[in-house]
Structure formats: structure tokens, C-alpha cells
């Protein structure tokens, strides 16, 4: 992973630095504000590591910057006890996670493991065995073969297939799908999802979602 480390003590610094190096990413250092937000927006990095009280500002305004520019870019703040009231307020403007100082490189490595297992549940194509989602090109495929499924039925599959191998209730994909408090009698999930079935199975072959019975409904996976 290539990381952007905005931290402006140098002690803090390269012991953060040397230790990610020993795992195998790439450490890039800004000391200040105008730096680590110029850099976070210009470059390209897998993740951010993001201390708060700097020489030119507050961490929070990178925060801000890389926000704007980069929804997903994962940024996991480092703040020192006597910041800690900060932790809330960060969180809400978007940092993915925040580590105490002092930390271990242990607890920092668990960190950056979790950020990058984020960052690869996020990413836009999804794979669940025979099933692939591209969530830019919006086309879904289920061995190869194209479907074309509008935004609803194209948000249903994607939610059970982030959620694959659990049972996901009808609630749940109302609230992730429909968004807004619809009538919980409707079966407006169990039409979507023959909607999706009809376009993705094939007779002979198990269906794509399966149906638990009293539960809700699952990918396999
Ligand atoms: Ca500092």
C-alpha cells in the first residue's frame, strides 16, 4: 500500500514510517497542513495516516481536503490523549478510525490491516462466485452472461452480495435499498428480488439468491 503519514515529529514519524516499511508499504511524510492536504488530493495513496495538532493547523482541515476530493480514500487519525475530544467530531467529518498515542506498531499494523479490508469491501467490483457486479459500468453478470438490471433491482443485488453468506432481512433491504420507511407489509422486496432472478438464473441451476425461509433472503457464498 502506498501511505501518506502527515505527522510533524520526526520521533513519531519514523517509527510509524519504519514499521510499515518493514510490512511492505510505501511511506510518504508531510509535516504540516498545506503539505499533507496538498499531497492527499495530488497523489495517489491507499490510506492516510492523519495526526491533529500540527506546526501550520489543525489535522481536521486535511481531513476536509481529502474528504472533497476523495470519498474513499481511508484515513485513520493519530491524536494524542489531550485530543480526544476531537475523536467524535472527526469521526463524523469522515476519518475511518483514530489510534491513541502512545500506540504499538502492533495496534497501528491491525489498523491499517482493518482500513484495507475496508477499502477492498468497498471496491467496485464485486465477485461472489459465479456473480460479478461492476458498480461504475453498472452491469451485472452471472458467468459471464450480461444482465441488465435497473438502479433498484441493480441496489438489491449489490446489498446481498456485500452481504454474502448472511441472511439479510426484507427490513433490511428496504431501509438499504428503498431508503425510506415503506410499509413493511409491502412485498415490494420479494417482487424485486423475482425481478432479479428471472434476469440472472437459468433453469436446472440453483437460483443466484436464495430464499430463507421466515428469515430473509441470501447469496451464497
Ligand atoms: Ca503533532
Do not use: C
Amino acid at each position: 500500500m502506498r501511505i501518506l503519514l502527515v505527522e510533524d515529529e520526526d520521533r513519531i514519524a519514523s517509527f510509524v514510517a519504519k514499521g510499515l516499511i518493514a510490512e511492505g508499504h510505501t511511506v510518504e511524510r508531510a509535516t504540516g497542513v498545506s503539505e499533507g492536504a496538498a499531497m492527499g488530493v495530488s497523489r495517489d495513496y491507499d490510506l492516510v495516516l492523519l495526526d491533529l495538532l500540527l506546526p501550520d493547523g489543525h489535522g481536521r482541515d486535511v481531513l476536509a481536503g481529502v474528504r472533497a476530493a476523495k470519498p474513499e480514500l481511508p484515513v485513520i487519525v493519530l491524536s494524542a490523549l489531550g485530543e480526544i475530544d476531537d475523536k467524535v467530531d472527526l469521526l463524523d467529518m469522515g476519518a475511518d478510525d483514530y489510534l491513541t498515542k502512545p500506540f504499538s506498531m502492533r495496534e497501528l499494523s491491525a489498523r491499517v490491516r482493518a482500513s484495507v479490508r475496508h477499502g477492498a469491501a468497498a471496491s467496485h467490483v464485486v465477485t461472489i462466485r459465479d456473480l460479478t457486479l461492476d458498480t461504475h459500468t453498472r452491469v451485472a453478470k452471472r458467468g459471464g452472461r450480461s444482465a441488465d438490471l435497473p438502479s433498484r433491482e441493480f441496489a438489491l443485488l449489490e446489498y446481498l452480495m456485500r452481504h454474502a453468506g448472511q441472511v439479510v432481512t426484507r427490513q433490511q433491504l428496504l431501509d438499504a435499498v428503498w431508503g425510506f420507511d415503506f410499509d413493511t407489509g409491502s412485498n415490494v422486496v420479494d417482487v424485486y428480488v423475482g425481478y432479479v432472478r428471472r434476469k440472472l438464473d437459468e433453469p436446472g441451476r440453483p437460483s443466484a439468491i436464495e430464499t430463507v425461509r421466515g428469515a430473509g433472503y441470501r447469496v451464497p457464498s
